[in-house]
């Protein structure tokens, strides 16, 4: 992964509440974040005494090169979702400038922990489909915002292996959103679940509260039958 081709953008503990449907006992499991980068779900887990482990292969930076990444980028960004606000429900937030503003104040208390987060063993560098745990090390794992988002991006066999290692690490896996960045249905979700379903994890899709990218109403919960 190089530096100038990562595009930093991370969600609040909040957020992922809401994407996850995660309850207060939800909270108190061993959990894994898959593809965190730069949310603070972690920084804001840790500080009310949650066991949070976060990978992403941006970990491979210095949180001085995620802050300036994050800087370079943020106005294409605005600009963007500005362009392309028809795409978007907007009840949680005002508009492109509370959306900006929001995401920035996660990224910052993401950029106040990471160094120490680091040192902890809470920010591993590593990407899917291959992670460096244990099996069944954690109860719960999360995926916000990676796979079935990036479905032109990343194939149908490494969605598969990726989701088969998430189940391999933790007891019960949750993915959101199950649409690509086109909005509509990831064309790797019936595959996914079909072949995942021969190996013996079940599947199911369940709504959410959370509304941001539109038909983004949904999550997949995956755990061994
Ligand atoms: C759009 S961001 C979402 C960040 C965070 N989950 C959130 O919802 O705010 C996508 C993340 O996926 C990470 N990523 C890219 N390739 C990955 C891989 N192979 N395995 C795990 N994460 C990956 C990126 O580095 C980036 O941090």
């Known amino acids: 992964m190089e530096l100038k081709n990562v595009v930093p953008w991370g969600r609040s503990l909040a957020e992922y509440r809401s994407m996850f449907s995660l309850t207060d006992s939800d909270l108190k499991k061993k959990i894994l974040g898959c593809g965190d980068g730069p949310a603070s779900f972690n920084a804001e887990m840790t500080a009310a005494a949650g066991q949070v482990v976060s990978v992403d292969p941006v970990y491979a930076f210095s949180g001085f090169q995620i802050r300036s990444r994050i800087a370079e980028v943020y106005p294409t960004i605005m600009e963007q979702l500005a362009r392309h ?3 978007y ?3 949680h937030f005002s508009g492109v400038e509370h959306a900006g503003r929001t995401r920035m104040q996660a990224m910052e208390r993401f ?5 120490a987060g680091r040192q902890q ?3 591993v560098e590593a990407g899917l489909p291959a992670l460096p745990f244990e099996n069944q090390a954690f109860e719960l794992a999360l995926c916000s915002h990676f796979l079935f988002l990036y479905s032109a991006q990343v194939n149908l066999e490494t969605h598969v292996a990726s989701v088969r290692e998430l189940c391999r690490v933790a007891r019960e896996v949750r993915i959101y959103p199950l649409v690509s960045l086109e909005g509509t249905e990831s064309p790797h979700l019936g595959p996914v679940v079909e072949r995942l379903n021969a190996e013996g994890i079940a599947a199911r899709r369940e709504a ?3 509304r941001f ?3 983004a109403t949904d999550m997949l919960v995956l755990y061994k039958a």
Do not use: M, P, S, T
């Open 85 to 87: 606000r028809d795409d």
């Open 89 to 91: 429900v907007w009840d």
């Open 111 to 115: 950029l106040e922990d990471y160094e």
């Open 121 to 123: 063993g809470r920010y």
């Open 208 to 210: 959410v509260h959370y």
């Open 213 to 215: 990218q539109k038909g």
